[in-house]
């Protein structure tokens, strides 16, 4: 058993969320708790860094994980690079190869 503290931080860095002082087995187990919380609320990309707090050492980061965002943030409609399906062409049409009768004299 182990304390661990956790941070999310966007792609720029800016931190978005921070749990201190998780007891758990191992990190992934503190992953898996934050996880739970900040899952539902995750609207753009982030990476969640995982810490292990030590007497002798201090802070020691023991992992780093890329959290893709749910693409639903900012009014995103989720349709960037979509195109519309192309119709198909046309048919040649009715083509005719009789040349018309002379007329008689």
Same mark, same amino acid.
């Given at each position: 058993m182990g304390t661990y %503290?956790?941070?999310?931080? %966007?792609?720029?860095?800016?931190?978005l969320f921070t749990r201190r002082g998780i007891q758990a087995a191992d990190e992934a187990g503190a992953r898996d708790h934050v996880r739970k919380i900040w899952g539902p609320r995750r609207r753009e990309d982030c990476v969640m860094t995982t810490y292990r707090q030590r007497r002798a050492r201090g802070r020691v980061l023991v992992g780093s994980d890329y959290l893709p965002g749910s693409g639903d943030g900012g009014g995103d409609d989720g349709a960037a690079g979509v195109r519309e399906p192309r119709r198909p062409l046309p048919g040649p049409g009715h083509l005719s190869a009789e040349a018309?009768?002379?007329e008689p004299r």
């Open positions: %503290d956790v941070e999310i931080r %966007d792609l720029r860095g800016h931190m018309p009768l002379p």
